[in-house]
């Protein structure tokens, strides 16, 4: 446990120094729309297009400021990126945008595998690509008469059934909101019994990286990445072993809250494409973007990133 608070003071660290940094150069003007807005009051989300950078900076020199001190870094970060529990295989850098001064350096000019420390791209790119205020959605849609299907948009903290009282930040989408939500139009249209398919395919490619360890999915560091899953891949909630195929086991626990509801579900539920002409007849939206950034970073949370 001490060894995994050291780990994770010295990340930590090295987060929030470039947290500053970043925010600084938010706050002076840089990165336009980036800023997160509050729940409520935020613009119609836009889907950024990704820019190609073929040459320059990564970030452009803010106006005017000044930057933090080396003696401050130094005390602050020397400490804890030297003590023995994180191993001798440890590198840091922090420079300066504005002119390219190194303000803090330990073994910078040593090549080290990156690892959690990436999640810092992901966020940025997370953010300027989808857009702060993007909410995704999970959606049950009917392509005729009795027979539904549930559609995966991405949404990495989508909770099951056997999730506990959701009280953690952020909330969450639940499984059985949406089951609650099909059950009532369903049965507001008079459809008693329907047979299901689920769509995952908004994710092309695939399921696992190149890079992955063979034991990470085995092991529980992270599931199959599927546009539909509860609980992260989780068998259990509170555990850490995966499901292998995520999108089946959610789609199967949907079919048995429908029937909880009192909804007969048929007993094939098939992998399937949503035709064009399907109709929505419920949904549920996980937190905004910046909140899972936000998650993501905190818990270092590999299947949101």
Known sequence: MRRERLVAVATLALLQAFVCAMGAFVLAGGLDGLTAKPPGKAAPPTRAPVAIVTAGPVLAPPPGGSPPGKGT???????????????????????????????????????????????????????????????????????????????GGGDPLLTGPKAGKDSDYPRSASLVALASRTARALKAAGVASVSLSYDDSLFSGPRTAPGWKPGYVPEGSVAPVTALMIDEGRQDPRGSARHPDPPRSAAEAFGSLLARYGVKVGKSIRRAKTAATATEIARVESPPVYALVEHMLTLSDNDVA
């Open 73 to 151: 870094l130094a005390a602050r970060l020397a400490h804890a990126l030297g003590d023995s529990a994180l191993g001798d295989n440890v590198g840091a850098v922090v420079l300066d945008i504005a002119g390219g001064t190194t303000l803090f350096g330990s073994k910078a000019d040593t090549g080290v595998t990156p690892a959690s420390t990436t999640k810092v791209v992901t966020a940025v790119a997370a953010l300027t690509s989808l857009g702060p205020d993007t909410r995704v959605a999970t959606r049950v849609v009917q392509s005729k008469a009795g027979a539904i299907t549930l559609v």
